[in-house]
């Protein structure tokens, strides 16, 4: 089967830069931390503010309590708002390549909700799937180590670096799961069985647009982000130098932070859309080869 590499990062590089509601539904969990920023900078520029008593407060069973109901409803939020957020974006990108509908912010919230579930359950069992390989192998390390007194962990170091094409394989099982949810109206189950017979029939067109897409992007967003950490770097190795309190580099960070976080959402979304769309082009190209604009089901195209 023909697989224009080409093509498919043309189009998507075509669906991100014309469709950057995307970008947005993309940075959905970085909500949270906005949310919550003003209030950490109130706290921070407290004049009475001293950071060396907080493991004071945590003594305070009341305080204790409050602290691990706000982490609990802060990784509950960042869950939903990711799992709403790869629905949506998933959805969208199906549409744009459609061309069937206009692609608007509330459209995809409401109807990407459809998926929520079954992408939910789909990112759990791939997390989990990863978790009891991970725990497995590093039972088995540390086994070995104490046998052989650490000389099995300098032996195995190697391998290491192939946990890194491991872990871009299972993004993409990932993600063409999920193409196949939105795409094909697929369940969990039936999702990650013809994702994983599509990418052991076409592994190496998967190994090269993955490393492709994912190394691209990451050396992209590098280039972007490093010089606006050189600054940073230099104000608090001068603040160290001249004996800035831990408060006052507390506070300089923050203020950082207040300029590189929304960067950082941009670039964040600019990627997550790039890498979404190159692999679901590429879930479409191999599984409709014949058509190059499939339709949406149970959607009507609209009159010219």
């Known amino acids: 089967m023909d697989f224009d ?6 189009r998507a590089w075509k669906i991100t830069w014309k469709h950057k ?19 950490w900078l109130i706290l921070l520029f407290q004049q009475n503010l001293d950071f060396n008593a ?43 390549e459609a061309g069937l509908q206009p692609v608007s912010f509330v459209h995809l919230l409401q109807n990407g909700f459809r998926y929520f579930w079954r992408i939910l359950g789909n990112s759990l069992l791939i997390g989990l799937g990863m978790m009891v390989v991970f725990l497995g192998f590093f039972v088995i390390l540390g086994a070995l180590s104490v046998v052989t ?5 300098l032996c195995i170091q190697p391998l290491f670096f192939l946990m890194i094409p491991l872990f871009m394989l299972v993004m993409t ?36 647009i993955t490393l492709i897409v994912y ?47 929304p960067l950082m959402a941009l670039l964040q979304g600019f990627s997550l ?14 599984t409709r080869p014949e058509l190059s604009s499939p339709l949406l089901p149970g959607i009507v195209e609209a009159p010219a």
């Not at 590499?5 to 043309?10: E, I, P, S």
């Not at 994702?195 to 998967?206: D, F, G, H, M, V």
């Not at 769309?277 to 191999?286: D, N, P, V």
């Open 215 to 261: 190394f691209g992007t990451n050396i992209l967003i590098s280039i972007v982000t490093f010089p606006l950490m050189i600054p940073m770097f230099f104000f608090m190795m001068r603040g160290m130098q001249g004996g800035l309190g831990f408060n006052s580099m507390i506070r300089m960070q923050a203020v950082f932070g207040v300029v590189i976080l």
């Open 54 to 96: 907080i493991p004071t407060w945590m003594e305070n069973p009341f305080y204790r309590t409050i602290a691990i109901l706000v982490y609990l409803v802060m990784i509950v939020s960042s869950m939903f708002l990711q799992i709403a957020s790869r629905s949506s974006l998933t959805l969208g990108i199906y549409t744009a």
């Open 173 to 208: 099982l990932l993600e063409q799961s999920e193409s196949a949810i939105v795409v094909d109206e697929l369940k969990v189950m039936d999702a990650l069985k013809r994702a994983y017979e599509l990418i052991k029939a076409n592994i190496w067109k998967y190994v090269l």
């Open 5 to 10: 590499f080409g093509d498919v990062l043309t």
């Open 149 to 153: 007194m650490g000389f099995a962990m």
């Open 273 to 286: 859309t790039y890498i979404k769309s190159a692999m679901m082009l590429t879930y479409l190209r191999l």
């Open 21 to 39: 509601v995307l970008w947005v539904i993309s940075v959905l969990p970085f909500l949270t931390m906005f949310l919550i920023l003003p209030f």
